[in-house]
T-cell receptor, first 110, second 116 residues
Framework: SQQGEEDPQALSIQEGENATMNCSYK?????LQWYRQNSGRGLVHLIL?????REKHSGRLRVTLDTSKKSSSLLITASRAADTASYFC??????????FGAGTTVTVRA | KAGVTQTPRYLIKTRGQQVTLSCSPI?????VSWYQQTPGQGLQFLFE???????NKGNFPGRFSGRQFSNSRSEMNVSTLELGDSALYLC???????????????FGSGTQLSVL
């Protein structure tokens, strides 16, 4: 299966701290995307990084991609309570579908 | 622009029944994908429709089926429900599908199905 694996499964941090989560996948990809899900709701797209890119920023988010190690990381800087959510990486390895990892649950404590 | 709309939000059924879930994509989007989310299996791809044709299918039994109408609205049907079908069913739309072009998906809030 192409499904990625996120690490850690859960993360608890203090407001203002940074949160880092990692994603590993198994086969070559076209691009990798990160999504956020709040408490059983739909997923919200955060950022997309293509296979020929190494780093991308969007606001307080920084994503890196290492295709040689088949891994990606998502960094959330200066975390806020509103960042409490589950974060999923998703890879496009075959046309038309995303394969999602199991997710990292992030809790930001006030 | 209205987002992806899924109805109903919650559904309770009993084993053996069938259920139909509905998804209205963002206006202009031709691709609709369906995902099943459970605590044990995570997010699993069910199928994707593009311009009324099923373009890709995940590894689910034939009890799971879908269709897409000319206005891009999509329905998903599950027949002969089993306890293990209890899940959050998510629908997502995009202009042309994720493919190699790297489009992102827009998700609905999901339908929470409980099978008793």
């Amino acid at each position: 299966s192409q499904q990625g694996e996120e690490d850690p499964q859960a993360l608890s941090i203090q407001e203002g701290e940074n949160a880092t989560m990692n994603c590993s996948y198994k086969t070559s990809i076209n691009n990798l995307q990160w999504y956020r899900q709040n408490s059983g709701r739909g997923l919200v797209h955060l950022i997309l990084i293509r296979s020929n890119e190494r780093e991308k920023h969007s606001g307080r988010l920084r994503v890196t991609l290492d295709t040689s190690k088949k891994s990606s990381s998502l960094l959330i800087t200066a975390s806020r309570a509103a960042d409490t959510a589950s974060y999923f990486c998703a890879t496009v390895w075959n046309d038309y579908k995303l394969s999602f990892g199991a997710g990292t649950t992030v809790t930001v404590r006030a | 622009k209205a987002g992806v709309t899924q109805t109903p939000r919650y559904l309770i059924k009993t084993r053996g029944q069938q259920v139909t879930l509905s998804c209205s994509p963002i206006s202009g989007h031709r691709s609709v994908s369906w995902y099943q989310q459970t605590p044990g299996q995570g997010l699993q791809f069910l199928f994707e429709y593009f311009s009324e044709t099923q373009r890709n299918k995940g590894n689910f039994p034939g009890r799971f089926s879908g269709r897409q109408f000319s206005n891009s609205r999509s329905e998903m049907n599950v027949s002969t429900l089993e306890l293990g079908d209890s899940a959050l069913y998510l629908c997502a739309s995009s202009s042309n599908g994720v493919g190699q072009g790297g489009e992102k998906l827009f998700f609905g809030s999901g339908t929470q199905l409980s099978v008793l």
